[in-house]
């Protein structure tokens, strides 16, 4: 996997620049964690394995950006690479990029679907009954960047999103900076099997549930409108094809299948 800084050259490698011969290049950014099933940080998961199926359907080499998720946002809206994933959708990111259907995404040709759930320690009384949150007594913490800040702020609660990794928020948990965190559902499998496992617990009803995109460059778009639709529709195919139903069916538990628990 090429993992590079942010650099002046990246322009170069242009997803609309083609060698005699040679694949067009797209160069997509990920978020530098660990979000298991779909992603690591070292480029191995069921996002990767989707991609590189799209790529060997379509002719299309893909070179993978490793970066903090804000910084990848930024450096998509800036055109410097070519897209990002998995991109939940925001009406305001529709500035950074283009999502698969516009305004209105198009759910089919999602990669994959995620569900935000909320940590509290074991004995705390916070609650989610599925449209509101009772006893919460202090800021409920999330990771920085990511959309279901949006969610937790029209709840009427207070947000730190001070924290870039899962494991930072249930530290803060614990020591008593915050009621509860929101985190993937990944992650929160992860935190649960762990070393903070006997300490916390799930609410049992997630916050909420989100398809995830492939996001495109602004510039992509425009100049290459037919290699976008085809990248968008192969993901689709691939996704609903054989050969990836087996890879998901061996790394996702059978409850949640195209979704993390």
């Known amino acids: 996997m090429n993992v590079l800084g942010i650099g002046a050259g990246l322009a170069a490698v242009s997803a609309y620049a083609l060698q005699a011969g040679a694949p067009p290049a797209i160069t997509l950014c990920y ?31 893909f070179d993978f950006q ?13 055109n410097a690479v070519d897209g990002a994933f998995a991109v939940s959708f925001k009406t305001d990111r529709r500035e950074v990029g283009e999502y698969p259907g516009g305004a209105t995404p198009d ?13 509290r320690r074991k004995g705390s009384s916070v609650e989610w009954d599925g449209k509101a949150l009772h006893n919460v007594d ?33 530290r803060k948990l614990l020591a008593g900076r915050l009621a509860a965190a929101a985190v993937g559902g990944s992650d929160a499998r992860t935190l649960l099997t762990g070393p903070y496992g006997p300490q916390i617990e799930a609410l049992p ?5 989100k398809p995830y995109f492939l ?8 100049r290459q409108p037919q290699l976008a639709r085809r ?31």
Request: include cysteine; charged fraction near 30%.
């Open 231 to 261: 990248i968008w529709d192969a993901v689709e195919a691939v996704r609903n094809g054989e050969q990836y139903r087996k890879l998901e069916k061996s790394a996702v538990p059978a409850a949640g299948k195209d979704k993390q628990p």
């Open 107 to 119: 759910v089919a040709k999602r990669m994959h679907i995620d569900r935000y759930i909320l940590i």
């Open 31 to 61: 978020e530098r964690a660990n979000v298991q099933p779909w992603r690591t940080e070292d480029g191995r998961g069921l996002n990767f394995e989707l991609l590189k199926l799209v790529g060997q359907r379509e002719g299309i080499r």
């Open 138 to 170: 202090g800021a409920i913490g999330a990771q920085l960047g990511y959309s279901v800040t949006d969610l937790l702020r029209s709840l009427n609660v207070t947000v730190d999103e001070g924290s870039q990794r899962s494991d930072e928020l249930v």
């Open 66 to 78: 490793s970066m903090p998720w804000k910084r990848c946002l930024a450096q998509l809206k800036a």
């Open 215 to 222: 996001l495109l460059s602004h510039r992509l778009v425009e």
């Open 205 to 209: 009803l997630p916050l909420v549930e």
